[in-house]
């Protein structure tokens, strides 16, 4: 099983900067996948950016050249500039252990808000 914890998030005014991270323990294997989607209200809950333990690296193209996913061990982070109001919403922390049913994993959410 695997827990995760968020922490990061808050309010940012448009254009500005914010990071959030994600640290996962529990029973997991080495080789695994790790990530952030978002859900604003009233519309589902949509792919961020993922990244592998090797390194692999997937981003949504509506974040791509703003948003930079990376991780150290089982932490990932998520780095998010030049935010925008459509960038609003829930983030949660992902992650898939490879062979385990209970994938996916997630964690409990942060609220992201940017307006001014």
């Known amino acids: 099983q695997v827990q995760l914890v968020e922490s990061g998030g808050g309010l940012v005014q448009p254009g500005g900067s914010l990071g959030l991270s994600c640290a996962a323990s529990?029973?997991?294997?080495?080789?695994?996948?790790m990530g952030w989607y978002r859900q604003a209200p009233g519309k589902e809950r949509e792919l961020v950016a993922t990244?592998?333990?090797?390194?692999d690296t997937n981003y949504a193209d509506s974040v791509k050249g703003r948003f930079t996913i990376s991780r150290a061990k089982n932490t990932v982070y998520l780095q998010m500039s030049s935010l925008e109001p459509e960038d609003t919403a829930v983030y949660y922390c992902?992650?898939?252990?490879?062979?385990?049913?209970?994938?996916?994993?997630w964690g409990q959410g942060t609220q992201v808000t940017v307006s001014s």
């Open positions: 992902n992650f898939y252990n490879p062979n385990d049913p209970r994938n996916p994993y």
């Open positions: 529990g029973s997991f294997l080495r080789i695994n996948t």
């Open positions: 990244i592998t333990s090797g390194g």
